[in-house]
């Protein structure tokens, strides 16, 4: 099967959610107090920031199509990305956060509170393979996420395509693109914190996709971010 040229994927702004549960855990509450339902948290103001960083860094890149989760805070990142730039959007629902079943709203302390069992048997099996009451585990999304990407790749081979998603997606995208076994996705997911508005890539080298760039957030940091290379301007696919 034909491969992407270049793929990437952009983590959501900050959103209210990620403020309130962060001040949540740091705070040792067992409840993460957030209005809306997941799919209708909104960015922060800060997040509409970074999402502005991201158009910058975007600028004058060749892109081909975007895919967007249907979540508000994905559509609002991509809408202010790509304002102007005329790249196809679509969103598609494959793409939405990890579904948490019962765990929803609850910290970490919360879980081993008031759900202890469910805390022992996430333990045991592992993120993985983990599938909260009502939820999903990473298996489940990868299931998704191998649907979507299949027919980006048949739908636009060759492509230059940037999905706008979440923390998680960005992992298995990962775990994907570069043919991860479980014990490496682990390890990479225990090192890093996926950045809001960060940037990971791949790029086609040798018939496959390569890693680019991971958890990238240099172009939050500057007010101008150019293409890295003349061919990401105007060269032709491969």
């Given at each position: ?10 983590r959501?702004?900050?959103?209210t959610?990620?403020?309130t549960?962060?001040?949540a ?13 997941d ?10 920031e970074?999402a502005?960083a ?9 892109l081909d199509?975007a895919?967007v989760s ?7 990142t ?5 304002a ?5 959007v679509v969103v ?6 990890r ?7 609850l910290?970490a302390?919360?879980v081993?509170?008031r ?6 048997r ?8 983990y599938r909260?009451?009502g939820?999903?585990s990473?298996?489940?999304v990868?299931l998704?996420?191998?649907a979507v990407?299949?027919e ?7 492509g ?5 998603a979440?923390?998680?997606t960005?992992?298995?995208?990962r775990y ?6 479980e014990?490496?996705l ?6 890093s914190?996926?950045a ?9 080298t040798a018939?496959r996709?390569e890693?680019e ?14 293409p ?5 301007v ?5």
């Amino acid at each position: 099967m034909e491969q992407l040229h270049w793929l990437a994927v952009v983590r959501h702004g900050l959103s209210t959610g990620n403020v309130t549960a962060q001040d949540a855990e740091t705070s040792g509450a067992e409840l993460i107090d957030i209005p809306e339902r997941d799919a209708d948290v909104p960015l922060a103001p800060a997040g509409r920031e970074q999402a502005e960083a991201v158009g910058r860094h975007l600028a004058g890149r060749r892109l081909d199509l975007a895919v967007v989760s249907p979540y508000r805070r994905t559509r609002q990142t991509a809408e202010i990305a790509l304002a102007g730039s005329g790249v196809p959007v679509v969103v598609d629902e494959r793409l939405r956060d990890r579904e948490l079943g019962v765990l929803d709203l609850l910290t970490a302390r919360g879980v081993r509170a008031r759900l202890p069992d469910e805390a022992r048997r996430r333990e045991r099996l592992g993120k993985f393979y983990y599938r909260p009451p009502g939820g999903e585990s990473w298996a489940d999304v990868l299931l998704r996420l191998r649907a979507v990407l299949r027919e980006i790749r048949e739908d636009h081979p060759g492509g230059r395509v940037v999905l706008f998603a979440h923390e998680a997606t960005v992992l298995m995208v990962r775990y994907l693109a570069e043919h991860l076994s479980e014990p490496e996705l682990m390890e990479l997911a225990r090192g890093s914190t996926i950045a809001n508005c960060s940037i990971s890539s791949w790029r086609l080298t040798a018939g496959r996709l390569e890693p680019e760039l991971f958890n990238a957030v240099d172009h939050l940091h500057r007010h101008d971010a150019p293409p890295t290379t003349q061919e990401d301007v105007n060269a032709e696919p491969v």
